[in-house]
T-cell receptor
Framework: RKEVEQDPGPFNVPEGATVAFNCTYSNSASQSFFWYRQDCRKEPKLLMSVYSSGNEDGRFTAQLNRASQYISLLIRDSKLSDSATYLCVVNNVGTYKYIFGTGTRLKVLA | NAGVTQTPKFRILKIGQSMTLQCTQDMNHNYMYWYRQDPGMGLKLIYYSVGAGITDKGEVPNGYNVSRSTTEDFPLRLELAAPSQTSVYFC?????????????FGPGTRLLVL
């Protein structure tokens, strides 16, 4: 089983729609969680960290469920510019390493 | 700040050739990382460094070497290139690690081994 798993998609949604992605992780020692965004042929960029209590940044909401070992990303009022691949990233206790999921591809359609 | 810079942007190598991928950051970050990303796959950690003079292997280190003689530079050396090393290589850095630490990535080097 992969340490971090994501549905590869693509998720095709119309502009203005709400879309949610989940990411599961297998190591209960995982302590830090992030969502990164990667545009085609570009480098990943941090979208947001995921805090235990959940957090929101504008149209984006991230949640952590430690009991079920998953994190989620909710995007409201999708824009064409949200089209990208969203990478789930975890960092485990006592390590300097970040584990990347394979990403979920989102296409927002006009 | 230029952030994380990588050179070259693109390179074609013949099987058996060697090359060095350059990575430099100007943010005085302690932690630096090399990843490779194959099509449709996640990033795989090749090597990382927690400070000048300290490096360690990641998930896929075979066929690569690194050094960290300064805080700013973290070159990745490919010896005896093989077609399996065709990939996009990203260098990243962070000040620390964990919850509130952002990894900053360079623009990547696309390598084709023929």
């Amino acid at each position: 089983r992969k340490e971090v798993e994501q549905d590869p998609g693509p998720f095709n949604v119309p502009e203005g729609a709400t879309v949610a992605f989940n990411c599961t992780y297998s190591n209960s020692a995982s302590q830090s969680f992030f969502w990164y965004r990667q545009d085609c042929r570009k480098e990943p960029k941090l979208l947001m960290s995921v805090y235990s209590s959940g957090n929101e940044d504008g149209r984006f909401t991230a949640q952590l469920n430690r009991a079920s070992q998953y994190i989620s990303l909710l995007i409201r009022d999708s824009k064409l510019s949200d089209s990208a691949t969203y990478l789930c990233v975890v960092n485990n206790v006592g390590t300097y390493k970040y584990i990347f999921g394979t990403g979920t591809r989102l296409k927002v359609l006009a | 700040n230029a952030g994380v810079t990588q050179t070259p942007k693109f390179r074609i190598l013949k099987i058996g050739q060697s090359m060095t991928l350059q990575c430099t950051q100007d943010m005085n970050h302690n932690y630096m990382y090399w990843y490779r990303q194959d099509p449709g796959m996640g990033l795989k950690l090749i090597y990382y460094s927690v400070g000048a003079g300290i490096t360690d292997k990641g998930e896929v280190p075979n066929g690569y070497n690194v050094s960290r003689s300064t805080t700013e530079d973290f070159p990745l050396r490919l010896e005896l290139a093989a077609p399996s090393q065709t990939s996009v290589y990203f260098c990243a850095s962070s000040y620390d690690y964990g919850m509130r630490e952002t990894q900053y990535f360079g623009p990547g080097t696309r390598l084709l081994v023929l």
